[in-house]
Nanobody
Framework: EVQLQASGGGSVQPGESLTLSCTASGLTFDDYGIGWFRQVPGKEREGLSFISPTEAFTKYSEAAKGRFTITSDTKNTAFLRIDGLKPEDTAIYYC?????????????????????WGQGTQVTVSS
């Protein structure tokens, strides 16, 4: 059984940083890359960043360039660090697993093609 466990969210003040984690079980980075998305009520899921550790490939959407950094370990966990958090970053952050053949395809931020999703972790930014 494949499971993705997202964690690391919380309530923070503007300007602070957070590192989110996504731990996968039942799949390997040889076959899947990990994408991070976020979603607020009433809006579509927004792609932020994607990593394929096996391919040494990372990608950021325009919304994520500059303050977001995606990394991973070699086993089963991907991380998303967010610096300089803003109130508009408030959302539920999700990680998903995408088959590795999509890495570099320009489709990495299309949630419809992801195979598996974690349950999400809430990030709230307010003063």
């Amino acid at each position: 059984e494949v499971q993705l466990q997202a964690s690391g969210g919380g309530s923070v003040q503007p300007g602070e940083s957070l590192t989110l984690s996504c731990t996968a079980s039942g799949l390997t980075f040889d076959d899947y890359g990990i994408g991070w998305f976020r979603q607020v009520p009433g809006k579509e899921r927004e792609g932020l960043s994607f990593i394929s550790p096996t391919e040494a490939f990372t990608k950021y959407s325009e919304a994520a360039k500059g303050r977001f950094t995606i990394t991973s370990d070699t086993k089963n966990t991907a991380f998303l660090r967010i610096d300089g958090l803003k109130p508009e970053d408030t959302a539920i952050y999700y990680c998903g697993a995408l088959m590795i053949r999509w890495a570099g395809s320009s489709f990495e931020f299309r949630p419809q093609i992801y195979s598996y999703w974690g349950q999400g972790t809430q990030v709230t930014v307010s003063s």
